[in-house]
């Protein structure tokens, strides 16, 4: 009797260790994000390497100022939430009649926008933000496609 109750105690434990180690895998943000351009007419500037690890990390910069999901005006994702890919909301192409930005206007409206409240707050350094405003600083070289 103690045998199976032990056994079945391993098989749980063991189901747990599992379980969370899939969890903690799945919560962790890789360093870099490659943001791609997709979706657009054409293509007008290479991808995005987007250090996460460095703005996360390093500059200290809460989740939810690149992420959300908005309810009634407000942003109610939280960290731990998914992720979802910004052109589920925010199109490549302009939508007549839609409130939401394209995708293009999203991306630099949230990180050119934070690169200026930056500078702004002493944290960057006008030659630093002035070299953050340079297209290919963040977009790589397009392909030949």
């Known amino acids: 009797m103690i045998k199976k109750h032990m056994s079945l105690f391993a098989i749980a434990f063991c189901a ?13 943000p890789p360093d870099n994000v490659l943001i791609k351009n ?3 007419k054409k293509i007008k500037k290479g991808p995005v390497n987007f250090s996460h690890k460095k703005h996360a990390d390093e500059l200290g910069i809460n989740c939810t100022e690149c992420h959300h999901k908005y309810v009634n005006g407000k942003n109610v994702w939280k960290k731990g939430d998914a992720v979802e890919k910004c052109a589920k909301c925010h199109n490549p192409i302009k ?3 839609s409130k939401e930005l394209d995708l293009m206007h999203a991306y630099h409206k949230n990180c050119m926008g934070c690169h200026k409240q930056m500078h702004k707050a002493g944290k960057i350094s ?9 297209c290919n600083t963040c977009h790589g ?3 030949k496609k």
Do not use: P, Q, V
């Not at 260790?17 to 895998?25: K, N, R």
């Not at 006008?126 to 340079?134: E, F, S």
């Open 38 to 40: 997709e979706g657009y």
């Open 16 to 28: 747990i260790i599992f379980i969370g180690t899939g969890i903690l895998i799945a919560a962790t």
């Open 141 to 143: 070289k397009k392909s």
């Open 95 to 97: 939508k007549k009649g």
């Open 126 to 134: 006008k030659k630093d933000y002035k070299h953050l405003r340079k």
